[in-house]
T-cell receptor, first 114, second 115 residues
Framework: NAGVIQTPRHKVTGKGQEATLWCEPISGHSAVFWYRQTIVQGLEFLTY????????DSGMPKERFSAQMPNQSHSTLKIQSTQPQDSAVYLC????????????FGPGTRLTVL | GDSVTQTEGQVTVSESKSLIINCTYSTTSIAYPNLFWYVRYPGEGLQLLLKVITAGQKGSSRGFEATYNKETTSFHLQKASVQESDSAVYYCALGVNNYAQGLTFGLGTRVSVFP
């Protein structure tokens, strides 16, 4: 069991560039969550997929952020026109069924926007 | 919205001494939330330490215990005798509404245990 895989582990972008973060959930898990972690705000929920369908994206910033899950083996979080305030660690988690099932977290992608 | 408040910053404790990390929560949900403690050990990812989904019950793992108290809306984490290997960052979290909005986390408490 490789756990949740996130790539890249570190990404540095210039202001205004696009960043795409990848997440591979644990095989057999039907739910995928994205979180963002900063020193000031802590861990914040961004969005949630179940069986590849978007369930709730209430935590996603209204502009520039989008997430997709084109198949059961990966999800992407895309940030367009990155800004310095987007610098954070982005965590992906998966769970077997969503709901009360335990969420297993990946190692995160540290995004730095210069 | 929902929120979790826990002992902030860093806690330093001697090996074999007791530890308590306070956690209180607030939720607008009419349903009682599920409560969690997650831990991040140095160099590792965030992982579940313990979970309690029923008010009044206690969860335990690796010598840690936490009791879900709905009257005081608290879920304090305790250990009677800590070891150096317990040095980590601990996060209290709650889940409501079938987790459609993911988990709500506290800011984390860094625990350093010294010999």
């Amino acid at each position: 069991n490789a756990g949740v895989i996130q790539t890249p582990r570190h990404k540095v972008t210039g202001k205004g560039q696009e960043a795409t973060l990848w997440c591979e959930p644990i095989s057999g898990h039907s739910a995928v969550f994205w979180y963002r972690q900063t020193i000031v705000q802590g861990l914040e929920f961004l969005t949630y997929f179940r069986n590849q369908a978007p369930i709730d994206d209430s935590g996603m910033p209204k502009e520039r952020f989008s997430a997709q899950m084109p198949n059961q083996s990966h999800s992407t979080l895309k940030i367009q026109s990155t800004q310095p305030q987007d610098s954070a660690v982005y965590l992906c988690a998966s769970s077997r069924t969503g709901g009360e099932a335990e969420q297993f977290f990946g190692p995160g992608t540290r995004l730095t926007v210069l | 919205g929902d929120s979790v408040t826990q002992t902030e910053g860093q806690v330093t404790v001697s090996e074999s001494k007791s530890l308590i990390i306070n956690c209180t929560y607030s939720t607008t949900s009419i349903a009682y939330p599920n409560l969690f403690w997650y831990v991040r050990y140095p160099g590792e990812g965030l992982q579940l330490l313990l979970k309690v989904i029923t008010a009044g019950q206690k969860g335990s793992s690796r010598g840690f215990e936490a009791t879900y108290n709905k009257e005081t809306t608290s879920f304090h984490l305790q250990k009677a005798s800590v070891q150096e290997s317990d040095s980590a960052v601990y996060y209290c979290a709650l889940g409501v509404n079938n987790y459609a909005q993911g988990l709500t986390f506290g800011l984390g408490t860094r625990v350093s245990v010294f010999p």
